[in-house]
Every structure is written in structure tokens, then in C-alpha cells.
């Protein structure tokens, strides 16, 4: 911990947490009974400053709103909106724009900022604070403390800054958002070893922390940026989030485009002007004209449409994504680094296990909600009268209340002692019906000096009785005899080995014993009145379970190649347990906070990669565990719901936060925020990320091709010497038609049966492979042919040369609507018609790819814009016979590509149709 008020150097300072209390009050130079004079307060406000954590320059939304113009995408739609006001087309260098703009507006609008997260951070500071200052007990404002200042602590508190603990009564807090852990932890004034982790220093209390119950007293230690939850604000200050894949992989691609165009124009222009001594202004338009046909100025609204619908896609399946190249990023997960409670497990305590004298029980069921089965042996069990009476002290000697709301249970008071009901309820016992027939009369509260609560109760007979729970080793020794058909000699050696069975299974263990008309006193009952000879009745195993879904989710994503890691701030024994269940690690292998911290990067990096269960990992440790996985070129998407897990979230290709239960501090953080709260969810969301990957994959394999014809076309008249077969307008006019009306029916392609079956995306692999660079040649050589035979063949037979390039649009056209056909599948079969009936925009695009040409074809305006002629009706049955031909040419090549690849590559990238 970052420390404010230390003696001697740095390097000498042992932390608070390590440090006994009457050293904390003598180096802070505070007295507990009168706290801090005015003058004191005055003096340390401004040498340490106000407890606040400072607020970074934040940027204006006008310069926010030019940030998002920052984007390869961008930059090739301005570059073909410059082209096309160089030939004059002011038309479609305007709808180039209007694309830009609303782009723009689009990610300005559905785009968090970093500094939303912080602000966030800052809201989970207390406003008021409890203090004694100056003799008298005040409530000042919360940023106004100081260093030394004595704050007093009540259940239901918000803890304004880091304290060091100097009296607790029972005292319990709600430490979740910080440290991960699943209960409330036990306070005392004890100091701990200096290397203990957040969730181990049990006797500070930090800021933005929830007082659960009991009382105390603490001195302020840390305030504003020093403290916890300060250190997390300046980590999240200082990460900066990655580039998705996908935009690293299109920017690529776009220099990539520009450089091909940029010589292929050097190597035409010199051709044209100094060999075939074309005039400046013919050679430049034919240049130009390559250029805008080369240019996929379609394919960056094409993605974003591509990417929208995946986030629509998403929400209907519980996931929300808050930025939209987010969406990609999860089709390329490679590992799911995922904190245990709320996300993996269900946040809520239950009882999985009971221990009698004489078996063992299985507990099944959901968290809070009462069903479920008692089992033994794997079957249901007979009644058992023994656990009918540890049912009984479950429901009698319990404080807690545990409520449902809206379908989602709530606890008020210990989750362990809520968990205890829907226990109860499994047994057969009726809550309210016992705590009617045996009133309580007196109770001995539970504490963490004694470790067990007891209360003495009477049925209406007047016949008394003493239930007590608590923790084994302390239940046991005040007990002589154990609960059978008749009390027996109770086994010491057997029920120690049970407690460490249990323990050593992740469970947190209590021990339940009573006392069948006890010589107690009523009303005067204290720890020390605990008699010494209670009968035990059993033990029973707490977990906050893992949820049913996530089990079949971990499993799937195992299946397609994504491993599964948990980072959580809970115990090893605990975590490692819990991850057997999911399926992850063995079950006793894990890794702490306190051994990453021993290993240097790269021992770290090799570590990271056999391992998947990480325990009592602070946030520090989380974000060192993202960047060592990220090391080892892996995608990484980490969840979780604490305020400790914002900076991993944030630095991880794509932070999941979760809906219900998290933090705004996550959620901000977070590219995507789960509305269920359910890692299950995270899967869907993967299975949509790869099918939007696959889809704009399938896009630009579609578009590219048309754009190579058409420049090549030009090229070969250049370079040939005859008549180009296509204008430079009725090229823009080629790519409209099929950027808009039939692109866009690719980025409505469903999921492939085995798109959770493949191994996930290679972080480097290029968007266009060297499988997509022959896809792209030997169609664009096809359609070319394609092109010219139509072309030259109107020629042959006279006609005009509007006539003939009329032809030649119509039938790059018609091949770009066959080949829509062909590139559905990648490699499989579209041999079928059943293949093609899963699209429903499929019949809408190629109609509305018709009607479009028809009016090129014969609308008297748009033929002398184009400088077209009307084709005759004889000719267009040739047309889709070349269609046709071309089609099965493609058809062909797919064939010969599936028969040379090996049979696993073939079931990896064919789908059945």
C-alpha cells in the first residue's frame, strides 16, 4: 500500500498493515480518545491535500468528436471521396462524406470514455465520515480527512479512507468490489505479515468498502490517491486500451491497397504517356479511373454494418457492446481470463455439503433459491433425523433475512447465515413454522473473538433448548458426545479428518451442536456460558457454487480452442476447487498473488502458459497476468464485476463487465457488459464475434475481386490499345450497386454449424491470406474474361460502343450476382438450393440488384449519364448463360481446392449446407 506519514526512508517504512496499533497512533502522532485539533487538520490538509482523487484533464467533445476520424477506415472513404471530385462526381463524393460523418457520429456517440471509469471510481467514495476531532465526536465531510484522523464505523457504513484498525466488535466488511472475495471479512485489530495480499490485511478497512456488521474504530492512514482504491485510479489512468485486431488488420490492408494502387498507377501512367504517347489529360482520367475501381471504397460501411448487426445480434443474446470493433475482437479470443465470484460462480452462498455421525450428504440446487435435493450416495436420502435437527439450528439460530426481488435473491445480513434457509427448506422444514414453535429467548451474537453464535429457545411447552453453529475446532471442544439414535462418545479424529475434507474441497465449514434443556440462564447469557458438554450434530460445507450454464459454457469454449483462466482474489484452496467444477485445472494447482509478485516478467510469461487457476490476486497482479498472456500473442478477454478488475479490463483486447451485479467502474471500463450476469453469455458472444469476423471476411473475398476485374479491364485496353470496355462512371456505378445492394446480404450471413469447432484466429494473420490473394486473382481474371467476352462479342457483331459497354456492365453484373452465390461458402459446396435458403436478404439483394440494372439498362436519363444504349431481349439469355458458366468455373475451383487440402482442413472450413 502506498503509504502518506512514514519515519525514516522509504525502503525502512513496514507498512500499516504490518505495523502494531499503538505504532500506528504513535507515528501518526494522533491520540484516540481526543483525535486531531482544527489546527492539526488544517496543517496535514495542506501537506497531504483533500481526500479526493485528483481528476485528469478531460478532452472537449469537439475534439472527441475529431478523435473518430482517426481511423484507416476513414481514411480510404476520404481517399475515394478525393478521387471522386476529381472526375467531377460531386454525387457520390457527398454520399462518401454523409458515410464519414455518420461514422463518426456513431462512435462518438456509442463509445465510453476512460474518463467515465474514473469519475466512476471517485463516486464510490463515502460523503460523510465519523470522527472525533478535537475531544468530540462530528460528522465531517469525507474529503476533509486527514492523516491521523480517528473515524468510528457502524454497520451500513461506507469506509471513507484507508484505515488501520484499532477496535473492532465484530466487525465484518463487504470487500467484493476491491479484493473479489465472495463473504464479508472478519476484522481485527491484529496486525499481519508485511507481503499479505488486500484480502489477507484483516486489520485495515479501505476506502469505498462496505461496514456489513458490528462496529470499530480506525485510524486514517492513506487518503485520496494513496489509499487502494486510489492506486486502482491511477492504474486505470495509465493504461491505455489496445487496438482490436481487426482495426490493426484493416489498417494493414489499407496501406496495403494504397501501395498496390500507387505503383500499379506509376507503372500505367509512365506506359500510357511515354510508350503508347497518350495525351496527359486521357492517360491521367484512365489512371484515375484504376484508381476508384481498385479502391474498396464500400468495404469500410460495409464492416461497420457488418459489425452493427453483430452487436444487435449480441443484445439479443445478453451482451451489450459498448464500442463496435469490440464485436470482432471476441470472434478472435483466444483465452477468457474470468474472475470467479458473480461471474464464473453465482454470488450467492449455499450449502453443498452435510456431515452426520453416520453419512455423508450431497446438497444440489441453485445459490438461494430453495430447490434442490438432498443426496446420498448420489441418491435422493431417505429422512435423516440428525439433519432434521441441524435443519432446525439453521433456521432458529440465524439473524439473517434473505428476501426475493424480482426474481433475484437478496441477503440482509451474513450470506453464510442466509444460505442456511434454502438448506432447511431442503430438508422439509418450514421457516416461519419453526421460528413460530420455538420462540428465542436469548442469544449469544456471533463474533469473531469467540467464532460461534448460540440462542436459547423454547417450544410451547415451555421445554428449552440451546442450538449453537461456529467454527469446528471451537464446536468441538465444548462439545463430549455426538447425535445418534442416542448421544454417543463423540469421534474427535473423525470429524477433524471430515472438517479438512471439506476444507480442502473449497468449503467453508461450520460446525452445529445443541443442548436439550440446558442449565443456562436466560437473559444473562455470555460467551463464557457456553457449557462444555453439547451434544454435535454434524458439519456442513458452504460454496458460493459454480452456475450450471457456466460449466457447459467453459466447456464449449474448450472445444473451440479457448482456454479458460480464473483470476480471483478468493483463497487457493477455494478457487482451485471451484475450477475443478468448471472443468478448469486440476484442482490443486494454482498460482497466488504473493508468487506472482516473486516472478520477473518473463518467468511469468512461461508460466501463464500451464497454468489457469490464479488466487488472491490484487488488481496489480491481474494487469500483470493480461500483459504476460497478450505477451504470448494471445487475445485475451477478461470479466469480471470489482472495481479491482477495471484495469485488466480495460487493458485486455476486450474488457467483459458484468450488468447486475458490477460496478459503473467496470462497466466503463468494459467493451461489453453482460445484461445476465453469465458467463454462458460470454460464449454466444464469441460464437457472434466469429461469424462477424467470418462474414467480413466473406465480404471483402466478395468485393475485391469485382474491383481487380474492372481495373484490369482498363489496364488491358491501355495496354493493349482498343476501346475500354468500361467507363469510369459506370464503374462508380458497379461498385454502388454491388457494394450497397449486394455486399450487404453477406453481412447478414448466419452462424456455420462449426463455428465454435475451430481454433481461434491467429492474432497475425493477415485479413487477406495468401488463400484469399488467389481467390481474389483467379475470380477477377474470371471475371474479366467474363467481361471482355461480352464486350468484344457485341463489338463483333456491330454494335455501338454505348451498346457493347452496356453489355459488358450487365455482365460483370450478373457474374457479381453468381458469384454472391459462390463465396457464401468459402470452400464448401453451393451446389444446392437448400444452401442458399438460411439468408433471407439473399432474394432481396439480387432483386433489388435487378431492378437497379434495368433501369441502368433502360432508363432514359441513366442512359445518357452513363452514355449506354438499351440492350436487345435476345441478348440477355447469353448473359446468364455466361453467368452460369462462370458460376461452375468458381464451383470448380472450390472443388479442386477441397480435394488437394487434408480431410481435417476440409472439415474446418467446409459447412454442410
Known amino acids: 500500500m502506498n503509504s502518506q506519514v512514514t519515519t525514516g526512508s522509504q525502503s525502512d517504512f513496514t507498512p500499516w498493515h504490518a505495523v502494531a496499533a499503538d505504532e500506528v497512533i504513535r507515528r501518526l502522532d494522533t491520540n484516540v480518545q481526543s483525535g486531531l485539533s482544527a489546527a492539526n487538520v488544517q496543517q496535514r490538509l495542506e501537506e497531504y491535500g483533500h481526500n479526493r482523487l485528483p481528476e485528469g484533464r478531460k478532452q472537449g467533445p469537439f475534439k472527441r468528436f475529431l478523435l473518430q476520424f482517426n481511423n484507416i477506415l476513414v481514411y480510404v472513404l476520404l481517399g475515394a471521396g478525393f478521387v471522386k471530385l476529381m472526375v467531377g462526381l460531386w454525387l457520390d463524393a457527398s454520399i462518401i462524406l454523409a458515410v464519414v460523418v455518420l461514422n463518426a457520429l456513431l462512435g462518438f456517440f456509442q463509445e465510453g470514455k476512460a474518463e467515465k471509469a474514473l469519475d466512476s471510481i471517485r463516486n464510490m467514495l463515502s460523503a460523510e465520515a465519523r470522527t472525533v476531532r478535537g475531544g468530540e465526536t462530528r460528522l ?39 479484493t473479489g472475495e465472495s463473504v464479508p471479512i472478519d476484522k481485527t485489530t491484529e ?19 462496505l461496514v456489513a456488521s458490528g462496529r470499530g474504530t480506525g485510524i486514517v492512514v492513506a487518503t485520496g490517491d494513496n489509499t487502494e482504491l486510489g492506486r486502482i485510479n491511477q492504474m486505470m489512468a495509465a493504461v491505455s486500451a489496445l487496438e482490436t485486431p481487426l482495426l490493426r488488420q484493416i489498417k494493414k490492408f489499407g496501406y496495403a491497397i494504397t501501395a498496390v494502387i500507387g505503383v500499379v498507377s506509376v507503372i500505367v501512367f509512365a506506359f500510357g504517356r511515354w510508350v503508347r504517347e497518350m495525351p496527359f489529360v486521357e492517360i491521367f482520367q484512365a489512371v484515375v479511373s484504376i ?14 454494418v457488418t459489425l452493427a448487426i453483430g452487436v444487435q445480434r449480441m443484445a439479443q443474446r445478453n451482451a451489450i457492446i459498448r464500442r463496435l470493433p469490440a464485436v470482432e475482437t471476441l470472434g478472435s479470443v483466444s483465452r477468457i481470463c474470468s474472475d470467479k465470484t458473480g461471474t464464473l460462480t453465482l454470488m450467492e452462498m449455499m450449502v453443498v455439503s452435510a456431515v452426520t455421525g453416520e453419512a455423508a450428504y450431497g446438497i444440489t440446487g441453485q445459490g438461494y433459491a430453495a430447490t434442490g435435493q438432498i443426496l446420498k450416495d448420489g441418491k435422493s436420502a431417505d429422512k435423516d433425523p440428525v439433519l432434521t435437527l441441524m435443519g432446525r439450528v439453521s433456521v432458529l439460530c440465524n439473524d439473517a433475512e434473505l428476501l426475493e426481488q424480482d426474481g433475484v435473491w437478496k441477503v440482509e445480513g451474513d450470506p453464510t447465515e442466509g444460505a442456511l434457509y434454502p438448506f432447511a427448506a431442503k430438508i422439509g422444514l418450514d421457516r416461519q413454522a419453526e421460528q413460530s414453535a420455538c420462540r428465542r429467548v436469548d442469544i449469544i451474537p456471533f463474533e469473531s473473538e469467540h467464532k460461534f453464535m448460540a440462542t436459547l429457545n423454547e417450544d410451547a411447552a415451555g421445554r428449552q433448548m440451546l442450538l449453537v453453529k461456529g467454527a469446528p475446532e471451537i464446536i468441538l471442544e465444548n ?3 455426538q447425535q445418534a439414535d442416542e448421544p454417543a462418545p463423540i469421534q474427535r479424529e473423525y470429524w477433524l479428518q471430515m472438517s479438512d475434507k471439506l476444507a480442502a474441497q473449497g468449503e467453508r465449514v461450520l460446525a452445529m451442536a445443541w443442548q436439550e434443556h440446558p442449565d443456562v440462564k436466560a437473559g444473562s447469557l455470555g460467551p463464557a456460558d457456553l457449557p462444555t458438554n453439547l451434544v454435535l450434530l454434524g458439519l456442513i460445507g458452504l460454496l458460493d457454487p459454480p452456475r450450471t450454464e457456466a460449466i457447459e459454457a467453459v466447456k464449449e ?55 489457469d487457476v490464479f488466487a488472491r490476486a490484487s488488481p496489480e497482479h491481474k494487469l500483470r497476468l493480461v500483459k504476460a498472456i497478450q505477451a504470448n500473442k494471445q487475445v485475451v478477454a477478461m470479466t469480471g464485476d470489482g472495481v479491482n478488475d477495471a484495469p485488466a479490463l480495460k487493458k485486455a483486447d476486450i474488457g467483459v463487465a458484468m450488468g447486475i451485479k458490477g460496478t459503473e467502474v467496470t462497466k466503463e471500463a468494459a467493451e461489453m457488459v453482460l445484461a445476465d450476469d453469465n458467463f454462458a453469455s460470454i460464449t454466444a458472444a464469441v460464437k457472434e464475434g466469429r461469424t462477424v469476423f467470418n462474414n467480413i471476411e466473406k465480404a471483402i473475398l466478395f468485393m475485391l475481386p469485382t474491383n481487380v476485374a474492372q481495373g484490369l479491364v482498363i489496364m488491358v485496353a491501355i495496354f493493349v490499345g482498343f476501346t475500354a470496355p468500361i467507363t469510369a462512371p459506370q464503374i462508380l456505378w458497379v461498385n454502388m450497386v454491388t457494394s450497397v445492394a449486394l455486399g450487404l446480404v453477406v453481412s447478414f450471413e448466419p452462424h456455420e454449424l462449426d463455428v465454435m469447432q475451430r ?7 493477415p485479413i487477406l491470406d495468401a488463400f484469399g ?13 467474363l467481361t471482355l467476352w461480352a464486350f468484344f462479342w457485341m463489338k463483333q457483331n456491330g454494335a455501338s460502343d454505348a451498346l457493347a459497354r452496356a453489355v459488358a456492365v450487365n455482365a460483370l453484373v450478373i457474374g457479381q450476382i453468381f458469384y454472391l452465390l459462390n463465396s457464401r461458402y468459402k470452400i464448401g ?32 436519363p441513366l442512359q445518357v449519364l452513363f452514355e449506354t444504349a438499351a440492350i436487345p431481349l435476345r441478348i440477355w439469355p447469353w448473359l446468364l448463360f455466361g453467368g452460369f458458366v462462370f458460376f461452375f468455373v468458381v464451383e470448380a475451383e472450390k472443388l479442386i481446392i477441397r480435394l488437394t487440402r487434408s480431410p481435417e482442413g476440409v472439415a474446418a472450413a467446409v459447412r454442410a449446407p
Open 140 to 178: 465531517v465531510p469525507s474529503e476533509d480527512l486527514v492523516p491521523g484522523d480517528i473515524v468510528l464505523l457502524e454497520s451500513g457504513d461506507k469506509i471513507p479512507a484507508d484505515l488501520r484498525l484499532i477496535d473492532v466488535k465484530n466487525l465484518r466488511t463487504e470487500e467484493a468490489a476491491l
Open 191 to 209: 496486525p499481519v505479515a508485511e507481503r499479505a495480499t488486500v484480502g489477507d490485511r484483516e486489520g485495515m478497512a479501505f476506502s469505498g468498502t
Open 291 to 304: 484508381a476508384v475501381s481498385v479502391i474498396p471504397e464500400g468495404l469500410p460501411a460495409l464492416i461497420t
Open 479 to 481: 462439545c463430549d458426545r
Open 557 to 611: 469454449c474448450h472445444g473451440g480452442g479457448i482456454r479458460v483462466t480464473m483470476i480471483t482474489g478468493d483463497h487457493k484452496i477455494t478457487a482451485a476447487a471451484i475450477a475443478k467444477m468448471l472443468g478448469i485445472g486440476d484442482g490443486k494447482t494454482a498460482i497466488t498473488g504473493a508468487e506472482i509478485e516473486d516472478m520477473d516478467t518473463a518467468t511469468l510469461q512461461e508460466r501463464v502458459r500451464d497454468i
Open 759 to 765: 481454433s481461434p484466429r491467429a492474432v497475425d494473420l
Open 773 to 785: 490473394i488467389w481467390r481474389v486473382i483467379f475470380v477477377g481474371l474470371a471475371l474479366l474474361t
Open 829 to 860: 459446396s453451393s451446389l444446392s438450393l437448400k444452401a442458399h435458403l438460411d439468408n433471407k436478404y439473399l432474394p432481396l439483394g439480387i432483386g433489388a440488384v435487378v431492378i437497379l440494372q434495368l433501369l441502368f439498362t433502360y432508363a432514359p
